[in-house]
């Protein structure tokens, strides 16, 4: 949970670098709380006519911008520059790209985006 509340902590924060550790585990509780949310608004009968919920799609648009932040750091933690994150434009194809993109292992030492967080002490709790 740690690693879902640093990227929230993030906002914003399109620099620097992100480890597979943390983009994973954001992934993992964001999709743990969609499917909460879902539940939720399926026994609220809060569900429109599209299939999405009231409440999933507040969430989803209010984590829309830390989620492509946590994306651009990762794409900085393998060496590649943000702008590879308009590759999702790209259907099918796109995604699958930017998901291996997500699944490579950082760049050893540090890069022109910072130091490697692997190398980085850790912080308390995380």
Do not use: C
């Amino acid at each position: 949970m740690s690693w879902y509340l640093k990227v929230l902590q993030n906002y914003f924060t399109f620099s620097g670098r992100a480890r597979r550790k943390e983009y994973w585990f954001f992934i993992l509780f964001h999709m743990i709380f969609l499917f909460v949310l879902a539940i939720l608004d399926a026994s609220l009968g809060t569900m429109a006519a599209g299939g999405a919920g009231v409440l999933s799609a507040i969430y989803g648009l209010a984590i829309l911008i830390p989620s492509i932040a946590v994306s651009v750091r990762r794409l900085h933690d393998i060496g590649f520059a943000g702008w590879w994150y308009l590759i999702i434009s790209i259907p099918i194809v796109g995604a699958i790209v930017l998901l291996v993109f997500h699944v490579l292992d950082s760049e050893p030492g540090d890069n022109r985006f910072g130091p490697n967080p692997k190398l980085v002490p850790a912080e308390a709790g995380a």
